[in-house]
């Protein structure tokens, strides 16, 4: 294991947001007098990570204004989903070589410490991917984690191509990774948008790596209001204990 990898990250950021119905972005919403997204980079502020790319979509201006001018911008043209998303990111990080640490930018309550035990998980692995797993007792409309008799990862799928069993599954993935680049950026190409809504999900990478013989890892959260994401006004209620 390589503990001096260098570190990058991505946040994700180019989502319409329409479901929140606010009349702006909703990551500009403001949470404890920060934006959504503010938070979330400031949540990558920790020496591990050493330039930070931010993947903007519509309204891309005023998401960049609330940020500053510390981030890298790349631009996603159509939004085709989160692992068409990160594509976004494979010339500017063509020759890199090193850990790549990817979050969705509707999570405002991630921490610097949870990102590092992200970081400091996956380095001590042999794994081509760690990533956040949290639990809820009514899980939101998020991936479940199909496990095998092991307790090692299975598969992953998307809520809306679960079976009622797999519906019923409390562990979820939050949409937060940790990636070794070299591996992960080529094999974005084996992403597919056969699912109901035709995108492509950046959940379906961690079944591809699986395919291909790469190990995979989790770290599991305990508190999963930590790794929640903001999609709509019950969950901002929620997510700020206002439900």
């Given at each position: 294991m390589n503990?001096?990898?260098?570190?990058?990250?991505?946040?994700?950021a180019a989502g319409k947001g329409t479901r929140m119905k606010a009349g702006k972005p909703k990551l500009l919403i403001q949470?404890?007098?920060?934006?959504?997204?503010?938070?979330?980079?400031?949540?990558?502020?920790?020496?591990?990570?050493?330039?930070?790319?931010?993947?903007?979509?519509?309204?891309?201006?005023?998401?960049?204004?609330?940020?500053?001018?510390?981030?890298e911008f790349v631009v996603?043209?159509?939004?085709?989903?989160?692992?068409?998303?990160?594509?976004?990111?494979?010339?500017?990080?063509?020759?890199y070589r090193g850990d790549l640490v990817v979050l969705v930018g509707d999570s405002p309550f991630l921490t610097r410490g949870l990102i590092r035990?992200?970081?400091?998980?996956?380095r001590s692995s042999r794994a081509a991917a760690t990533f956040l797993t949290t639990r809820y007792a009514h899980p939101p409309p998020y991936a479940r984690i199909i496990r095998d008799g092991a307790g090692g990862?299975?598969?992953?799928?998307?809520?809306?191509?679960?079976?009622?069993?797999?519906?019923?599954?409390?562990?979820v993935v939050t949409s937060h990774y940790c990636f070794r680049a070299e591996i992960v950026l080529p094999l974005l190409s084996r992403i597919r948008d056969d699912n109901p809504k035709h995108e492509y999900y950046l959940t379906d990478i961690i079944p591809v790596l699986i395919r291909h013989g790469y190990e995979v890892d989790t770290v599991?959260?305990?508190?999963?209001?930590?790794?929640?994401?903001?999609n709509d006004i019950r969950d901002l209620k929620w997510a700020t204990g206002k439900s």
């Open positions: 503990n001096r990898r260098k570190v990058r990250a991505v946040v994700l949470i404890k007098g920060k934006p959504i997204i503010a938070r979330v980079v400031e949540a990558c502020d920790v020496s591990e990570i050493e330039r930070i790319y931010v993947v903007v979509g519509q309204r891309a201006e005023t998401i960049k204004k609330a940020i500053g001018s510390k981030c996603q043209g159509k939004q085709l989903g989160t692992g068409h998303a990160l594509m976004q990111v494979r010339r500017p990080l063509r020759n035990r992200l970081i400091s998980v996956h990862i299975a598969d992953i799928r998307e809520e809306n191509q679960c079976t009622p069993d797999q519906k019923r599954i409390k562990e599991k959260v305990n508190d999963p209001r930590s790794v929640f994401g903001i």
